[in-house]
């Protein structure tokens, strides 16, 4: 019985935060070797066994405190900036839920990115990098409401004030307050 | 010496896995002794890594990279070796686990012994006690 295609313990690979690859990886693979159907097998235990790999970095790279933080720097970001610029969108239908969808993206973002980030590759250039790709996943997020939902889209200035207020200070508290995945296998 | 944090029945499972693998203990051999132990509760080998990890983050084991092999696609096993608050918190967890037997002996009696490693010796990979 032929083993997993290479293509597909890439795929896997991807999946798996960099932290630890090479060992599950090579678990996956070794238990499937001994298995009746190889290819079966290791599709299946990989199925079952990434996520539970992916949860548990996130608890061991994720701060409750700072994540809390986060979240009120990103929200408020949003809300002054509408505040100063367009306070009439506060009081409108979800104008107060509205605010919040970018910052939750973007709070998610920071959340996969520090799970996912290579060990030891610590800089303060490399703490900007989670924001940045918040960011740039907020836009997205918009530009789909925009195609599909029109009605929960943020004005532009509010999005790019507030964007780049929360990118501020995102960033200064990730330099403040380095997030816990400094270690090859996070907290130890 | 430090006090040692409580540990469930599934961290113990592992924490008896890593003691009886000794040099040998990685993903894969703590996973299929601890399938041995939970007999007949089927193990996942997510549900390892997670508990690994947690009881990494408590100090009682500690990890490292051993060298890549050819069985493994040419890729390191990530090992595992008991800390001394491990170490305690697994004596502390046989401890209580005695007590407990000692406990349900003394009500249930000798027969139930008896019966028990019966049934005991009928299960592939045990020995009666």
């Known amino acids: ?188 | 010496m430090a006090k040692a944090d409580s540990v469930g029945q599934f961290e113990q499972l592992v924490l008896t896995a890593i003691l009886a693998r000794r040099d040998d203990a990685y993903g894969v051999s703590i996973h299929s002794k601890v399938e041995e132990l939970a007999h007949p509760k089927a193990v996942s080998l997510g549900a390892v890594y997670v508990t690994l990890d947690r009881l990494e983050d408590k100090g009682m084991i500690r990890s490292w990279l051993s060298d890549p092999t050819p069985e493994r696609g040419g890729r390191a096993k990530r090992c595992y070796r008991l800390e001394a608050l491990g170490e305690k918190a697994l004596e502390e967890s046989a401890v209580t686990a005695k007590r407990i037997w000692d406990g349900i002996v003394e009500v249930w009696g000798k027969e139930w012994v008896r019966g028990l490693n019966k049934e005991w010796g009928k299960r592939p990979g045990r020995e009666p006690a």
Request: charged share 15%; aromatic share 8%.
């Open chain 1, 1 to 188: 019985m032929p083993g997993p295609p290479k293509a597909m313990q890439a795929g896997v690979a991807l999946l798996i935060p960099p932290a630890c690859r090479v060992e599950v990886l090579g678990d996956l693979l070794e238990r499937s070797a001994s298995a009746r159907n190889p290819l079966t097998h290791y599709c299946i235990e990989a199925a079952l066994t990434v996520p539970l790999v992916i949860m548990s970095r996130i608890r061991r790279t994720t701060d409750l405190q700072l994540l809390l933080m986060h979240a009120l720097a990103l929200y408020l970001s949003y809300f002054t900036v509408a505040w100063l610029t367009d306070r009439t969108m506060l009081w409108e239908p979800w104008g107060l839920l509205r605010l919040a969808f970018p910052g939750v993206v973007t709070l998610l973002a920071l959340v996969l990115e520090d799970a996912y980030a290579k060990p030891r590759h610590r800089s303060p250039l490399r703490l900007a990098h989670g924001p940045l790709f918040g960011l740039g996943w907020a836009l997205l997020l918009e530009a789909g409401f925009w195609t599909s939902l029109p009605s929960l889209t943020l004005p532009l200035w509010i999005l790019l004030g507030g964007g780049s207020l929360g990118l501020l200070l995102t960033s200064a508290l990730r330099l403040l307050f380095s997030p816990p995945s400094i270690s090859p296998q996070g907290r130890v």
